[in-house]
C-alpha cells in the first residue's frame, strides 16, 4: 500500500510574524500548507476577529471601538503597530487561492456570526471547525467538524486506551464530526486505526520536532497542525 500523507495545518504564527495576525495568516498561506489554523472570538457588536484570548473588552466595544489604538494596545502589545484582524478579511484572501482554513472557534458566542461569515462568503467547503462547534452540525451541515477531544489522558484512560478509543469514536460519530481533533500526546495508534474503520480522520496538534512529525506520518493521521508546515511539507517531500 502506498504511503499515506497528512494534510498540513499551519498553526497561526508559525512564521516569525506574532499569532492572529495577517502577516502570520499570509506565512501559513506561503509555507506550502494545505490549511492555515487561525483563533476566532466575537466583539460587542457580532463582528469575528482573529483572538486567541477572552478580553471583558469584548464584550464591551464594537469592533471600531476595540480597534481604536487605546482599546486594543490592552489586548495585546502587538497591536502597538497594527489593527486587529477581522474574520471577513481573511475569507476575502481565502477565496481567492487554493488554501483551506481551520477554525479554532474559542467559546459558544462565536459559533453563530462565524458560520454566518462563512455562508456569506459561499466558503463552507473550505473551512474546518476544530474549536467549539455547538449547534454547527444540525445547521450547517456542509461545514466539516473536527471533534476537539481531551487534551490530556486521565489515569483511568491511559489503564485503558482502548475504551477511551472508542468512547471518542462514538461520541464524533454522535455529533456527525468528520474526525477527532487530538493533542498529539494523546493520540496513539490504536485510537488512528479505529477511526478509520467509523470513517473519522484523525488531526493532530501541535507537531514541531521532527521525530514526533515522521512518527505521525507513519501512524497514518490525516493532518497535522505544526508551527513548522515548511519542514512538514519538506518532509513529506522526501519520503
Given at each position: 500500500?502506498?504511503?499515506?500523507?497528512?494534510?498540513?495545518?499551519?498553526?497561526?504564527?508559525?512564521?516569525?510574524?506574532?499569532?492572529?495576525?495577517?502577516?502570520?495568516?499570509?506565512?501559513?498561506?506561503?509555507?506550502?500548507?494545505?490549511?492555515?489554523?487561525?483563533?476566532?472570538?466575537?466583539?460587542?457588536?457580532?463582528?469575528?476577529?482573529?483572538?486567541?484570548?477572552?478580553?471583558?473588552?469584548?464584550?464591551?466595544?464594537?469592533?471600531?471601538?476595540?480597534?481604536?489604538?487605546?482599546?486594543?494596545i490592552?489586548?495585546?502589545?502587538?497591536?502597538?503597530?497594527?489593527?486587529?484582524?477581522?474574520?471577513?478579511?481573511?475569507?476575502?484572501?481565502?477565496?481567492?487561492?487554493?488554501?483551506?482554513?481551520?477554525?479554532?472557534?474559542?467559546?459558544?458566542?462565536?459559533?453563530?456570526?462565524?458560520?454566518?461569515?462563512?455562508?456569506?462568503?459561499?466558503?463552507?467547503?473550505?473551512?474546518?471547525?476544530?474549536?467549539?462547534?455547538?449547534?454547527?452540525?444540525?445547521?450547517?451541515?456542509?461545514?466539516?467538524?473536527?471533534?476537539?477531544t481531551?487534551?490530556?489522558?486521565?489515569?483511568?484512560?491511559?489503564?485503558?486506551?482502548?475504551?477511551?478509543?472508542?468512547?471518542?469514536?462514538?461520541?464524533?460519530?454522535?455529533?456527525?464530526?468528520?474526525?477527532?481533533?487530538?493533542?498529539y500526546?494523546?493520540?496513539?495508534?490504536?485510537?488512528?486505526?479505529l477511526?478509520?474503520?467509523?470513517?473519522?480522520?484523525?488531526?493532530?496538534?501541535?507537531?514541531?520536532?521532527?521525530?514526533?512529525?515522521?512518527?505521525?506520518?507513519?501512524?497514518?493521521v490525516?493532518?497535522?497542525?505544526?508551527?513548522?508546515?515548511?519542514?512538514?511539507?519538506?518532509?513529506?517531500?522526501?519520503?
Amino acid at each position: 500500500m502506498a504511503q499515506k500523507y497528512p494534510l498540513v495545518s499551519a498553526h497561526t504564527g508559525g512564521g516569525a510574524a506574532p499569532d492572529n495576525t495577517m502577516e502570520s495568516f499570509l506565512e501559513g498561506m506561503q509555507s506550502s500548507a494545505d490549511l492555515v489554523e487561525i483563533d476566532l472570538r466575537v466583539t460587542a457588536d457580532g463582528t469575528v476577529v482573529l483572538l486567541h484570548d477572552h478580553s471583558p473588552l469584548l464584550l464591551q466595544h464594537t469592533y471600531k471601538q476595540l480597534n481604536q489604538y487605546e482599546n486594543r494596545i490592552q489586548l495585546s502589545p502587538i497591536y502597538e503597530n497594527r489593527h486587529i484582524v477581522k474574520f471577513a478579511q481573511i475569507l476575502e484572501v481565502v477565496k481567492q487561492y487554493d488554501i483551506q482554513l481551520n477554525l479554532d472557534i474559542k467559546n459558544e458566542e462565536t459559533v453563530e456570526p462565524a458560520m454566518q461569515c462563512v455562508v456569506e462568503y459561499g466558503l463552507e467547503k473550505k473551512v474546518f471547525v476544530t474549536g467549539c462547534s455547538h449547534g454547527i452540525a444540525s445547521k450547517y451541515n456542509r461545514i466539516r467538524i473536527v471533534f476537539n477531544t481531551p487534551d490530556e489522558l486521565s489515569e483511568r484512560d491511559i489503564a485503558n486506551y482502548g475504551a477511551f478509543a472508542q468512547r471518542m469514536c462514538d461520541e464524533a460519530v454522535r455529533s456527525s464530526a468528520y474526525g477527532l481533533n487530538m493533542d498529539y500526546r494523546t493520540c496513539r495508534k490504536e485510537l488512528v486505526d479505529l477511526a478509520h474503520t467509523h470513517h473519522l480522520a484523525i488531526w493532530v496538534y501541535t507537531v514541531n520536532s521532527t521525530n514526533d512529525i515522521l512518527r505521525f506520518i507513519e501512524m497514518g493521521v490525516d493532518a497535522i497542525t505544526t508551527r513548522e508546515p515548511i519542514k512538514l511539507a519538506q518532509l513529506k517531500l522526501l519520503l
